[in-house]
C-alpha cells in the first residue's frame, strides 16, 4: 500500500473514531498476552540457524542460555542465566561456567553442562548463518569438541587467543547461545544432521515459554513453562499473531482483542495516542540508517569530500518529517544503549560549509551514484539527499532496485554510494566495530564481502588495529572508551556518515506492565510482562 | 441358435460397446492430457520466471551479511549451480511423485502449507461466490427487466462502485464501521484467540471442522470473522455478475422469441425465467465460474487487510521472498483450480445446453 493510500485510510480511521465511539471493547484474559506483530520472517526455529527478528523473539523465550540480559535492566549487562558462575584462566583463554543445579528442559530431561557443549559445538558445526558470532573465537567444526568441553557440572571453552571476557560473555546472550536437549535433539537427528530438520518446526529448551504452535504467517503460541528455573511467567499463555497491516493491528487494539501492536506507522501512532486506555513505548533498537562513499571513486576519497557529504544531509529535516517517530539522529556506528555507545553528533546541515570544504578538495561538477533498495524510507531519504546534494553542485542520481541487485552491486564494490541500513548481530560493540571500522586486507583479491569497510574500499586508516585492541581488552572502562575513541576518529576520518537509529514505537493496552522489545541489544522478552 | 439368431434381430439395435466407451475414453485422454499440457507449460513459464526475476532465494536464506563460503554452499545445495533446464526436470520429476519440495523459507513441506492455507481461501471464496450469485443474478435480471428504472440505476451505481473502489479502502472501512464501531462482526483473523486450534481440523474450513465438530460456538465465532471478507469479495463478485447478467438478459429479451411469447399470452414470470433466464444459463456459468476462479486465486489485498491466511498472501509473500518452491505449489494448485472449474462448466453447459452433447 503506498503512503498516500496508508495517509487516507489512518485520516479516515480518525475522522470516524472522532464522530463516533468504540462499541464497548473486549478485553483478553489476564493471564493471556496477545500481540500483533509481523512475523513472516520466521524461517526457522533452531537456535543455531535463526536469525531474524520475529525468530529470534521466539528464541529468546523459549531457550535459556549460560547467561541472559534481564529484560527490566538491560543496561546491567549479562547476567547469570544457566549458569551460576563463571572463571577465567591466567591466560584469559579458557572460561569454565559452572552450571546452575536443579534445571530442566521442557522435556524434563535435567539441563546439564553436556547439553550446553553439545548446543555450542553443534551451532558450530552446523555452521549455519549466526555461527560466525562463535566461529569469530576461532572454534572450527574440526576442533569444536576440543575446544568447547563439559566435565561433570562445569563448561569449558577454550578461545584461540585471549579476548575480553565481556566480548565473549556478550556473544553468549544472542540466539545462537541458546541451550538444546540434547537427547530430545539426538532423538530426532536425521542423517546426521544434529536434528536441524527437526528444531527448525520444533523446540527443545528450558526458557520460560515453550513452543505451543507455529502457523508460517499466521500466529505462534506460547505456553508458560511452571518449572522455569526464573519463577513461572505471568502471562501463561502469549500468543503473537501475524497482522500486517498497521490499521488492521490499530482497530484491533482499539478493540481490545490484543494487548500489544508493534508495527503501528506513524499516523496509526498519532491515532492511537489520542485513543483512551492506549499507551505508546519508544525504544531505541539497533538499526542504523547509513550512508557510504567508495573509496575507489577518486573524488570521493578526498577527505574533504568525505566530510562534505557529512555536512549535505538534512539530518533534522528527514526526523521531522518523513522519519517522524521512527528514526532519531546518531552519528556513531554503535547503537545507543550498545557499551561504548556515544551520544557526538557533531554534523548537521551546513551548505556553505560543504561548499568551501569541496572548494578546498578542487572538486566542481561532481556526478555521482547511489544505489538504493526499493523500501519507501530509503527512497526518500535519498531523493533529501539528492535535493540537498544540488544545493552544493553535486548531481545525484538514484538507482532503485531489489536486494539482489543492489546489494551484489555493493559487494562487488562498483557502486559510487550506497544508501542502506545495517543491524547489530550480537550485543557486544565488535559487531558494528568489526565491519565499519575493521578491514585487515583491502585488496580486491581479499574479497571480504561481509565487512563493510572492505566493500567501500576503505583501508579504515589505522583503525583496524584498535578494534583488534578494543577486543581484546579485559577492562570494561578501558574497553569503552576505547571505542569511543575509535567512533570519535571514524566520524572525522572515514566515508560512512551514520544518520539514523531506529526507534521501535509499540502501543500497549494501558494495563500492560514491562513491556521489553529488547533495545538495542537483544530480542522482545514476554515473561516479565504483568497485566 | 435359430431362436438366438431371431432374438438378435429383433432386438432394439444398440451400438457395440467398443463404439460408447472408445469416444469416452477419447474424451478422457484427449481431457487429461491437455491437463498435463496445461500444468506443464504453467509449472515451466513459473519456474522460468522465477530463476530470472532479480530476487536471490540464496540471500533470502542466509541473509546479506553471510559469508561468501556460506553463500557459495546454500547455492549449491539449491542447486541453482546446474544449468536452468536440469533444474527444471529435477523439479519436474519430484513434483511427478507429488513432493512439491520444502519452503525455502519455513522449512515445512510445500503440500502441508497448501494444506493448511488453500481451505482458508476456498471457504472465503466459496461463501463469497454465494453472495455474489445469490444477489447478484436477481439485481441482473431485474435491471435488464426494468431497464432505466430507479432498480437498473441502483444496480448500475452498486456495479460502479464495485469496480471502481480500491479493495484495501472498502475492507478498512467495512472492520472501523461492522468490527471497530458496531461491534457486529469479529476483527481480522479467522477465529477469535479465545477459539484458536479448539476444533480439531477435518478439512481446514473452520466452519465445516466446527459443524463436523458440533462445537456451535466456535462456529459461530468463525462465522462472524469470515462475514464481512466473504462479503465484500461477495459485493465485487456482485457487481460483475450482475451487469453481465443484465447484459445477457437485454440481448434475449430483444429476441423475437420472447415476443413471440408475449404474444400467446405467457406469463412475464414466465418469459422471464423459463425462456430468457434458461438461454443464458450457460454463459452465466462461464462468468460466474471465471469469479469463482478469480476468488480461488486468493484476493491478497483482502487477505493483508483481514489478516486471513490464504493462498493468496501465500504465493506473494514466497514470490517476494524468492521462495520458489512454495510459488511453484501454489501455481499449481491456482492452475489445478482453473482447469478443474473449466471442467466443471463444460459440464454444465451439456446439462443445460443438449446441444453441447
Redesign the interface.
Known sequence: ?NSI?RL??SA??GV??GA?????YAE?PAN?L?IANRI?D???LDPAES?EFAGSDISRNVYSRLVYLDPLDLAAGYQPGLAESWEVSEDGKTITFTMREGVTFHSGNPVRAEDAAYSLQRAVIL???PA?ILTQFGFTPENATETIKADGNKLMITTDKQYATSFVLNCLTATIGGIVDKETVMANEVDGDMGN?WL??NSAGSGPYTMA?W?????V?LEAYPDYYGGAPTMERV?V?????S??QR??L??G?IDIARNLNPEDIAGVMEAGGIKVEDELKGRLMYLSLNQKHPELSKPEVRQAIKYLIDYEGMKDSFLKGQYTIHQNFLPATYLGASEENPFSLNIEKAKELLAAAGVEGLEIETGVREAQERMEIAQSLQNTFAQAGITLNITV?????I??RYRARELDMYLGAWGP?YPDPQTNAG?FAYNPDNSDEA?A??LLAWRNAWDTGGLTPKVEAAVTEGDRDKRVQMYQDIQAEFREISPFAIMFQQIEQSALRDNVMNWSTGQAVTSAAYWQVTK | MALTEDNNERRPTRAPLSDTLWPALKTAVRTLSSIAVTLLGLLFITFIIGRVMPIDPVLSIVGERASQSTYDAVYEQLGLDKPLIVQFLYYLWDVLHLDFGTSLLNARPVSEDIARVFPATLELATLGILFGVILGVPLGVLAAVRKGSWIDQVARVLALVGYSMPIFWLGLMGLLIFYGILGWVGGPGRVGIFYVDVVPSVTGMILIDAALDGNWDVFKDAFSHIILPASLLGYYSLAYISRMTRSFMLEQLSAEYITTARVKGMSEWDVIWKHAFKNIRVQLITVIALSYAGLLEGSVLTEIIFSWPGIGSYITTALLSADMNAVLGGTVVVGLVFILLNIFSDLLYKVFDPRAK
Open positions: 500500500m493510500n487516507l485510510t479516515a480511521i470516524a473514531m463516533s465511539s468504540f462499541a464497548a483478553t493471556m496477545v513472516d520466521v524461517t526457522t536469525f555452521n549455519k548463518t560466525f530438520t527448525k518446526t504452535g502457523k508460517p504467517n499466521e500466529s503460541t500468543i499473531r501475524h497482522v500486517l497491516e490499521a488492521s482497530l484491533l482499539e478493540r482483542d532496485g531489489t536486494a539482489k541487485q546489494l551484489a548481530d565491519t574479497n564481502t561481509g
